[in-house]
C-alpha cells in the first residue's frame, strides 16, 4: 500500500484452540516494526493502525485460513472528531503527543481512543464484527434419532464414534428455560448429539424428540450409566447454546481430551485464558460450554454421582485433576445462567477432591489455596540492587529484616557505586547484622548483572529479587511466595504491588500488551478483581516483575539467570520468566504478597540516551519472543493490547 496514513483492516480466521494473533512488519527507510493485531474471536477483527509514511514493504504473518476481507482508509481528522465526542481527555492527549512528536504514542493513543471497546459494551464490539449466520438445522434430523425405549441403559446408534456427544441437562421448575435450552439443541449443526433431561423430581416427559431422554436424578447413579461411550457435555436448564457450539467442540476434541469455550454469563462476557490449573481449581472459571472426551471420563472413579447440588463443581474438579490436555477455544459459543458456587462449597469440594497437598482456605470471600512450607523453614535470600537513596534503602532493609514475619532471611545488597556519605554510614551498621551481606559492584549500571552479582554471593534456596524503592505492608508477604516458589514445576512467582497512592502497578505482566510486554490494569484501583476475578487469587501468568520476583536458586541457575548482554535495564525480567517457561517451569502471581511500589524512582525516566537504549532492548525482546507476544496463554485474544485495562479491541 503506497504512503501511509490511518487504515481498518477487516479480516477472518477459522475458529481454532491454537490461536495466534496476526502480526505486521513494516519495513520502514529508518528500520523494522512488527504490529500486532487483534486476534479473531467473532466472525471478523478489525485493525485501526497508522502506517508511517516511510512505509517500504508490509509482511503478514498470520495462522493457516486467514482471509483480509477488506482495507480500509481513515482520516486523521475523522477519528479526531470521533476522539472528540466520545472521550474529549483523550482525543487532547493524543493530539499533544502527535504536536510533540512521540509517534508511538500519539498513534496507541488515538487508536486506544477510537478503536477500543470496554467489556460492558460487549453486545456492540461483537454485533460490529458478527457475520450472517447459516440458517440453524430446524426440528429433528431422524436418521440420527435413536428410538429407544430406556435411554439412559443405551447411548444409541452410532454413540461409540468419536464425535457422539451425551449432554445432560440439569432442570429446574422452570419450564421456558429447559425449553431454551432444548431449541438450542435442536438447532446444532452437528448431528451426533443426544440429550438426557436430568429433573429435580419425578418428570412426565413428552415424547417429541427421540433424541432427549428425561429422568428424575439419582444421587446413586453413576456418571457412567449417563453417558455411556460419548464426549460429554454439561448444560443448566436456560443455558442456550449457539448453533455451531457442538459442531466446533467435537472438531477441537482431538486436539486435548477437554475443551472448553467462552460464554455470556446473564449478558456479560467472559473471555477466558488458555488452561490455567491453578485458576481453574478456585475459581471454575472455565464454566461452560466444555466438552469431555470418552478417554477422560473413562478416568474419572465410576462411583456414584451424588447430589445434584454439588454434582456440577465436583465434575468439575475431577475433570481438570484427570484431563491429559485441556484446550480453550476462544469463541463465544454459549449464553448460560446461574451464579458460582460460594466459597464455603468449594473449598468443602476442594478438600473432599484433594489431590494436591495444598489446604484450601477462604480469604476475602473467595477460595485460595495454601502450599505448604518445609519445616524447619529454608533460608530465603533476598536480593536488592541499590545506589545511593538512603531514604530507600533504609526503607527497604528495615521492611526485610524488622517487618517480615519469615524466620530465615538473608539480605544481599548489591551497591552500584554509592558515594552518599550517609548511606555509605548505613552500611557500616547493617554489616553489624549477620543477615546482611554487601556486595559491590564497581560498573555502568547493568541491572541483569546486578542481580545475578547478588545470587552468586546468596546462599539461600530460594532467591527474591527485591528493588531498594519497594515497602513492606505485611509481613506475610515472604512467606506466601516462598510457599510458591518452592512448588514443583513452579519457576517464577510475582507479588501484587501498589504505587504510593494505592492503586495497582503490578498484577502480572501480560506478554504483547503495549506491543512488547506490559502491567495489565495498571493504575486501576488496588482493590480490582480483575476479569472473572483473577486478582482476588494466586494464578498463572507469563511473566512477573523483578521488582519483587521469588524463585528458588535451581531454577535461577538451571536458566542461567538474568540475560545481562542482552537486557541490561529492561525485559530482563519477562525474558527470565519466558525461559524458565519454555523448560516447562510455570510463573505464578500472588495476591497474598502485597507490597508497596514507587517504580524506578531511583533510576528516573526513560529519556534521551536511555530511550534509546530502552529502544535497542525492547527490539531484541520482540526478536526473541515473537511468538509470546502475538499469544500470551492467560490474555484472550479479543482482549485489546494497546490498552491495560482488560478491554476489547
Known amino acids: 500500500m503506497a504512503g501511509g496514513g490511518w487504515i481498518v483492516l477487516t479480516y477472518r480466521e477459522p475458529p481454532t484452540t491454537r490461536p495466534r494473533r496476526p502480526m505486521l512488519r513494516l519495513v520502514r527507510a529508518e528500520g523494522v516494526e512488527d504490529v500486532v493485531l487483534p486476534g479473531v474471536t467473532q466472525a471478523y477483527a478489525h485493525w485501526l493502525g497508522l502506517l508511517p509514511d516511510d512505509l517500504c514493504e508490509i509482511h503478514l504473518a498470520a495462522e493457516p485460513g486467514f482471509v483480509l476481507e477488506r482495507v480500509g482508509r481513515r482520516s486523521t481528522a475523522s477519528l479526531f472528531l470521533q476522539a472528540l465526542a466520545t472521550k474529549p481527555l483523550r482525543g487532547i492527549s493524543a493530539l499533544y503527543e502527535g504536536l510533540r512528536g512521540d509517534e508511538r504514542r500519539y498513534r496507541d493513543t488515538l487508536r486506544g481512543t477510537c478503536a477500543v471497546t470496554p467489556r460492558a459494551r460487549y453486545s456492540d464490539w461483537a454485533a460490529e464484527r458478527a457475520a450472517p449466520l447459516p440458517?440453524?438445522?430446524?426440528?429433528?434430523?431422524?436418521?440420527?434419532?435413536?428410538?429407544?425405549?430406556?435411554?439412559?441403559?443405551?447411548?444409541?446408534?452410532?454413540?461409540?464414534?468419536?464425535?457422539?456427544?451425551?449432554?445432560?441437562?440439569?432442570?429446574?421448575?422452570?419450564?421456558?428455560?429447559?425449553?431454551?435450552?432444548?431449541?438450542?439443541?435442536?438447532?446444532?449443526?452437528?448431528?451426533?448429539?443426544?440429550?438426557?433431561?436430568?429433573?429435580?423430581?419425578?418428570?412426565?416427559?413428552?415424547?417429541?424428540?427421540?433424541?432427549?431422554?428425561?429422568?428424575?436424578?439419582?444421587?446413586?447413579?453413576?456418571?457412567?450409566?449417563?453417558?455411556?461411550?460419548?464426549?460429554?457435555?454439561?448444560?443448566?436448564?436456560?443455558?442456550?447454546?449457539?448453533?455451531?457450539?457442538?459442531?466446533?467442540?467435537?472438531?477441537?476434541?482431538?486436539?486435548?481430551?477437554?475443551?472448553?469455550?467462552?460464554?455470556?454469563?446473564?449478558?456479560?462476557?467472559?473471555?477466558?485464558?488458555?488452561?490455567?490449573?491453578?485458576?481453574?481449581?478456585?475459581?471454575?472459571?472455565?464454566?461452560?460450554?466444555?466438552?469431555?472426551?470418552?478417554?477422560?471420563?473413562?478416568?474419572?472413579?465410576?462411583?456414584?454421582?451424588?447430589?445434584?447440588?454439588?454434582?456440577?463443581?465436583?465434575?468439575?474438579?475431577?475433570l481438570g485433576q484427570a484431563a491429559a490436555g485441556v484446550a480453550h477455544l476462544p469463541r463465544v459459543l454459549a449464553e448460560t445462567v446461574g451464579a458460582d458456587p460460594d466459597a464455603v462449597a468449594r473449598a468443602d469440594l476442594l478438600i473432599q477432591h484433594r489431590t494436591a497437598v495444598a489446604e484450601p482456605l477462604i480469604r476475602d470471600r473467595v477460595v485460595d489455596l495454601l502450599w505448604p512450607l518445609p519445616d524447619p523453614a529454608p533460608r530465603i535470600s533476598i536480593v536488592i540492587p541499590s545506589r545511593d537513596r538512603l531514604d530507600l534503602i533504609e526503607r527497604?532493609?528495615?521492611?526485610?529484616?524488622?517487618?517480615?514475619?519469615?524466620?530465615?532471611?538473608?539480605?544481599?545488597?548489591?551497591?552500584?557505586?554509592?558515594?552518599?556519605?550517609?548511606?555509605?554510614?548505613?552500611y557500616d551498621a547493617l554489616r553489624r547484622d549477620p543477615r546482611v551481606t554487601i556486595v559491590a559492584y564497581d560498573a555502568p549500571f547493568n541491572f541483569s548483572a546486578m542481580v545475578n552479582a547478588g545470587v552468586a554471593a546468596a546462599t539461600g534456596s530460594v532467591v527474591v529479587l527485591l528493588n531498594n524503592d519497594v515497602a513492606v505492608l505485611r509481613p506475610d508477604w515472604l512467606d506466601a511466595m516462598v510457599r510458591q516458589a518452592l512448588r514443583p514445576k513452579v519457576g517464577a512467582v510475582g507479588a501484587k504491588l501498589l504505587y504510593a497512592d494505592g492503586t495497582l502497578q503490578h498484577a502480572g505482566v501480560v506478554v504483547g500488551l503495549g506491543g512488547r510486554a506490559g502491567h495489565i490494569l495498571r493504575k486501576r484501583p488496588g482493590d480490582t478483581a480483575g476479569h472473572l476475578g483473577r486478582l482476588r487469587v494466586a494464578h498463572e501468568v507469563l511473566a512477573v516483575t523483578a521488582a519483587c520476583l521469588a524463585v528458588s536458586r535451581e531454577n535461577y541457575l538451571a536458566v542461567g539467570g538474568f540475560d545481562a548482554e542482552a537486557f541490561p535495564v529492561d525485559f530482563n525480567d519477562v525474558d527470565f520468566c519466558l525461559r524458565l517457561e519454555a523448560t516447562g517451569r510455570k510463573t505464578m502471581w500472588t495476591p497474598a504478597a502485597t507490597l508497596a511500589h514507587l517504580e524506578s524512582v531511583s533510576r528516573g525516566p526513560s529519556v534521551g540516551v536511555k530511550r534509546v537504549r530502552f529502544e535497542q532492548e525492547a527490539a531484541r525482546f520482540a526478536e526473541r519472543w515473537r511468538d509470546a507476544i502475538r499469544h500470551d496463554p492467560y490474555y484472550h485474544p479479543g482482549l485489546s493490547l494497546t490498552t491495560f485495562g482488560e478491554d476489547l479491541e
Request: hydrophobic letters at 40%.
Open 135 to 318: 440458517e440453524p438445522r430446524g426440528g429433528m434430523d431422524r436418521r440420527n434419532a435413536a428410538a429407544a425405549t430406556d435411554p439412559l441403559s443405551r447411548t444409541g446408534e452410532g454413540t461409540r464414534d468419536p464425535m457422539a456427544i451425551r449432554v445432560l441437562v440439569l432442570a429446574d421448575a422452570d419450564s421456558k428455560s429447559l425449553a431454551a435450552t432444548l431449541g438450542s439443541l435442536r438447532a446444532q449443526s452437528h448431528p451426533g448429539w443426544r440429550a438426557v433431561v436430568l429433573h429435580e423430581a419425578p418428570h412426565q416427559a413428552t415424547l417429541d424428540d427421540p433424541r432427549i431422554a428425561h429422568a428424575p436424578w439419582r444421587d446413586d447413579r453413576s456418571l457412567r450409566d449417563l453417558v455411556g461411550d460419548a464426549s460429554l457435555c454439561l448444560l443448566r436448564a436456560g443455558d442456550r447454546l449457539v448453533s455451531e457450539a457442538l459442531g466446533l467442540l467435537a472438531t477441537e476434541i482431538g486436539q486435548a481430551d477437554l475443551i472448553y469455550a467462552d460464554e455470556l454469563r446473564d449478558g456479560a462476557p467472559r473471555l477466558k485464558p488458555d488452561w490455567s490449573p491453578d485458576l481453574a481449581r478456585v475459581t471454575g472459571y472455565q464454566g461452560r460450554p466444555w466438552l469431555a472426551a470418552p478417554a477422560l471420563l473413562a478416568r474419572l472413579p465410576d462411583g456414584p454421582v451424588g447430589p445434584r447440588e454439588t454434582f456440577p463443581l465436583a465434575l468439575d474438579l475431577m
Open 396 to 426: 527497604v532493609c528495615r521492611g526485610v529484616l524488622h517487618e517480615t514475619a519469615y524466620p530465615a532471611i538473608e539480605c544481599v545488597i548489591v551497591d552500584n557505586g554509592s558515594t552518599d556519605p550517609a548511606v555509605l554510614a548505613h
